[in-house]
C-alpha cells in the first residue's frame, strides 16, 4: 500500500517551502509556470529533499493504481495536470462530466445533464478545462481517456449525432458555446492521452464501470 503524503515541498511556486496539506500546497503553486513541487510521507524526507536539486524528484508519475499517492510516483504521468471524464447514464442518457487535479483528484469543475452522451460529455470536459485554465492563467496539461473528443476538439466541432430535441436543447447550446470559444481562443496546453491500459482509471473517472 502506497504511503499517504503529509508533507509537501514546493521548490517553484508563489512561497517555496514545505507545507502540511495538499490545499497550502496548491495554493502555492496555482497559476505559476514550471511549477516544481512534490509530497513526501515524513518530515525528515521533505527537509532532505527541500535541500536538494528539485530535478532529483519532480518528475511526473508509477504502475497502474487508482491510489494518488502512487500517482504522485509514477515517472510517465505529468503530476501538475488536470484530468477530465465523462460518464453516461445510458448512451444517450444522463450524462456529466468533471475534471480533477491530476496529482490529488481534487474537483474542479463538474456539469451534469438529463440526456446526453459520452462522447459529448468528454469534448465538453476537454473544452472546459481549456477555458478554465484561461480564467485562472494556468498552462498545465489535460488528460483526457476519449481520443474521439481529442480530433474533436482538435476540428473545433463537437461530431455527434444526438438529435437536437427540447430535452437536449440547453446541451446543444453548451456545445455551440463550446465550439465557439475553441474557434475564437487559442491555447499551448497540450492534451493528452490517458492509458488506461496502463495505469488504471484516469483520476477523473465517475467510478461506476
Known sequence: ???????????????????????????????????RYKGFATIQEAEAA???????????????????EEIDDNPDIINNSISVDAACSGN???????GVYTVSGTQIF??????????????????H???????HKLNIPIYTDSKIAMGWVKAKKCRSKLPLTAQTQSLFEVIKRAEEWL???TYTQTILKWDT?????????????
Not at 92 to 98: A, C, H, K
Request: proline share 5%; charged share 25%; aromatic share 14%.
Open 1 to 35: 500500500m502506497a504511503k499517504k503524503n503529509k508533507f509537501y515541498v514546493v521548490w517553484n511556486g508563489h512561497a517555496p517551502g514545505i507545507y502540511t496539506s495538499w490545499a497550502e500546497c496548491q495554493n502555492n503553486i496555482k497559476g505559476v509556470s514550471n511549477v
Open 50 to 68: 527541500f535541500e536538494d536539486n528539485p530535478d532529483e524528484h519532480w518528475g511526473n508519475k508509477k504502475k497502474t493504481s487508482k491510489s494518488f
Open 92 to 98: 444517450p442518457g444522463v450524462m456529466e462530466y468533471q
Open 110 to 127: 463538474i456539469k451534469k445533464f438529463p440526456l446526453g452522451t459520452n462522447n459529448i460529455g468528454e469534448f465538453l470536459a476537454i473544452v
Open 129 to 135: 478545462g481549456l477555458a478554465y485554465q484561461k480564467q
Open 183 to 185: 474557434k475564437n481562443n
Open 197 to 209: 491500459k496502463t495505469w488504471g482509471e484516469i483520476p477523473a473517472d465517475f467510478g461506476r464501470k
